[in-house]
């Protein structure tokens, strides 16, 4: 299922004119530290279902997301039901904001709808589960956050995903922007949002793997999945996996993303998120192996 080809080496990024200005401005005693750090290991799971949408891509069925939600919860968690799956992610006394891609390929409101009543279910008051997605004090207002993010690519960043969930957050979206996005981990440590998401779930239903954000039926397919993990940068790892396999796919030969998806390793070797190294991500996947991309 997994191979040992990096994405964008370490060295790549060193000796890149981005890794350059990164070092010196922001790296320090910071890097010597991470490159001592002992081997992690992220889970990430995805979870896939042929019948979760229809075959125009439109309609999603409520009930079959809702049994791959508690699929991935179950699978993720090793817990024995889902109520108790939750629980080990956040507590009925949390506030719990809930992020979802806002638009242009949006998360398709039907998963957030799906994640909201599971949380109702498992325990946590409606009137602590809060839309969260925007401005920074929305994010301080919670003590847990779960990231829902579209699966797409993005013109940018290379990859739109779970990274750039946040730039809202920042109060200066275009900054971030800057340098071929490779600071957006910088946001997942602002005080507000630092150590507050319990779980990264991607809606990867319909995903786009070109000209991103802006919808482009060209790009567009049905992977119907959910992709999930506490790793942010292992999940986005992942997900740049599937993009780039796709991509791959499409024309027959390796399609690089422009540009390239600096942030995922900045995160990791910068920022210290997570693992974007694919050797030590476990993916566990269940149903639908169509077409995985992994």
């Keep these: 299922m997994q191979d040992k080809r990096r994405l964008f080496t370490r060295r790549d990024f060193i000796r890149g004119t981005i890794g350059a200005t990164l070092s010196a401005s922001l790296l320090g005693a910071r890097w010597a530290g991470a490159t001592e750090e002992a081997a992690r290991s992220s889970l990430v799971t995805v979870v896939r279902d042929q019948d979760v949408m229809d075959a125009a891509g439109v309609t999603v069925d409520r009930a079959v997301l809702k049994r791959m939600l508690d699929q991935t919860l179950i699978q993720f968690t090793g817990e024995k039901n889902v109520k108790d799956a939750w629980m080990t992610l956040v507590r009925p006394e949390d506030t719990v904001g809930l992020v979802p ?120 397919w049905a992977y119907n999945g959910l992709i999930a993990g506490t790793d942010p940068v292992a999940v986005e790892t992942v997900c740049l996996r599937i993009i780039t396999e796709k991509r791959r796919a499409l024309r027959g030969e390796p399609w690089p993303l422009s540009p390239p998806p600096i942030c995922v390793e900045a995160a990791d070797k910068v920022y210290g998120l997570g693992t974007s190294r694919m050797e030590e991500i476990r993916i566990e996947h269940h149903g639908w192996d169509l077409d995985l991309l992994l």
Excluded: M
């Design 101 to 220: 891609t806002p638009h242009l390929n949006p998360t398709h409101p039907e998963v957030f709808d799906t994640v909201r009543d599971a949380l109702i279910d498992a325990g946590v008051p409606t009137k602590k589960i809060l839309a969260a997605q925007g401005e920074i004090g929305k994010a301080e207002r919670c003590s847990a956050l779960i990231a829902l993010p579209a699966l797409k690519a993005h013109w940018l960043t290379g990859i739109g995903t779970v990274l750039k969930n946040y730039i809202l957050y920042s109060g200066n979206p275009s900054r971030y922007h800057e340098e071929n996005s490779a600071k957006l981990g910088e946001i997942w440590n602002l005080p507000d949002v630092e150590g507050k998401t319990r779980l990264v779930l991607v809606d990867a239903l319909h995903p786009l793997c070109d000209k991103g954000p802006q919808p482009d039926p060209r790009y567009k």
